[in-house]
């Protein structure tokens, strides 16, 4: 079946502009994360939907950053007034399962890199 | 905060060799520990996982061990491939301050296969 996806695969933006990312996760998945990945590291921790509940956005880095997912699928992470360390690539990863049980695997997307200019 | 520590951040080994990357992880209540395989340009995919009941597990040539005394794990690939350069991710599963869980990743291991 059709796995995660996301768009745009590639986003640039100046400085300032406001960009909005989308998550399409598989059909049926109740949990939905978002991840930034910076060059070179591993996928950092933005915010996770159970359903349409966001229940944690600990890791979003400043409150330019916002997250939805209105009726319990498809996602949209919206970012203001872009900077330049937003660039990165932004991942969104989806499961089955609520992630209250911490066993279930999380199924990615091909992520979106957003460079700022 | 919860942190995921992985060794060799770079790795080459020969054609038909083994490789084994190490992480560490600092939350004792972890129970679930996946390992991605990340190509250049493209999505991390699942390879093996474990969880904390579960002190290895094999498939074909991958294998992970789980230390949870120790709190280390380990990916074991045997009689490597050029196929499998790539960049691999450990994780880890931790406890939010919300009781939900989130991955906690490591920094990642370029692997190299040399032909």
């Known amino acids: 079946g059709a796995g995660v996806s996301q768009s745009p695969r590639y986003k640039v933006a100046k400085r300032g502009q406001d960009v909005a990312l989308r998550c399409d996760p598989i059909?049926?998945?109740?949990?939905l994360f978002w991840y930034q990945q910076a060059l070179g590291q591993g996928p950092e921790f933005l915010t996770y939907?159970?359903?349409?509940?966001?229940?944690?956005k600990s890791g979003l880095p400043s409150d330019r950053f916002f997250a939805e997912r209105p009726e319990g699928s498809v996602s949209t992470l919206k970012i203001q007034r872009t900077q330049q360390e937003d660039s990165a690539v932004y991942l969104c990863?989806?499961?089955?399962?609520?992630?209250?049980?911490?066993?279930?695997?999380?199924?990615f997307g091909p992520g979106t890199r957003l460079t700022v200019l | 905060g919860e942190n995921v520590e992985q060794h060799p951040s770079t790795l080459s080994v020969q054609e038909g060799d083994s490789a084994v990357i190490k992480c560490t992880y600092s939350?004792?209540?972890?129970?679930?520990f996946p390992w991605y395989k990340q190509e250049l340009g493209k999505r991390p995919q699942l390879i093996i996982d474990?969880?904390?009941?579960?002190g290895e597990k094999k498939d074909q040539r991958i294998a992970v061990t789980l230390n949870k005394t120790a709190k280390h794990f380990s990916l074991h690939i045997t009689e490597t491939q050029p196929e499998d350069s790539a960049v691999y991710f450990c994780?880890?599963?931790?406890?939010?301050?919300?009781?939900?869980?989130?991955?906690?990743f490591g920094t990642g291991t370029r692997l190299k296969v040399l032909a």
């Open positions: 990863a989806s499961s089955l399962g609520l992630a209250g049980r911490g066993t279930d695997t999380q199924y």
């Open positions: 059909s049926g998945h109740v949990s």
């Open positions: 939907f159970q359903n349409e509940a966001q229940l944690d």
């Open positions: 939350d004792s209540a972890s129970n679930y």
């Open positions: 474990i969880r904390s009941n579960v």
């Open positions: 994780a880890a599963s931790t406890r939010t301050t919300s009781g939900t869980y989130k991955y906690i």
